[in-house]
């Protein structure tokens, strides 16, 4: 069965759309996150987590390389762990608020090794060829587009983002207002 590598040498998409829908699924958490605010009274928790909603569907419909979508989403990122992090977990129970800043320290390592694996994998600045005909995630290699071992960097690279950034921190922040009325 032949595959077809869409948008793999893309100037403007940086992941192709077939991969960037899962970042559209796992986006819906930040609805929950709204919900529950709203339900459990971190009433200013809502429109940042709203906001966060509308930012991430438009940067995974389509994720660009650069462009104004990107550059808001990250500054909406900034601003909620940022929030989060210094207002709202003031309300959370004393061992949630030690948790959650781990949980946000850690979801920023993944970010960053991801993004530099992603980067050095797709980037063709990058000279070093993946040395193997298997994909590994921790290789620093590049993977040359229109073949299996780049079609798995997208979808690899994109779970661990979406996986950290969207379930994870998503499903720990649930966590954290559901149980800040224990105090």
Known sequence: MEKNYLQHNDPVICVPQHVSTIGLYTGQIYLVVAALAYLYTFHSLVPFA???????????????????????????????????????????LPHHRTLW??????????????????YCQTNDHNIAPMQSDAYNYFSLGYTQPFTELREQSYFTTTLVHTGALHIFIGAWLCVFIVYSQAK
Do not use: C, E
Not at 56 to 84: N, P
Not at 101 to 118: A, P
């Open 50 to 92: 709203l906001v966060l909603w509308a930012t991430t569907m438009a940067h995974w419909l389509k994720v660009q390389r650069i462009g104004l979508i990107k550059i808001i989403d990250i500054i909406v990122v900034i601003a909620s762990l940022a929030y989060v992090s210094f207002y709202a977990s003031h309300r959370f």
């Open 101 to 118: 800043f781990i949980v946000m320290w850690f979801v920023i390592l993944v970010y960053v090794v991801n993004s530099v694996l992603f």
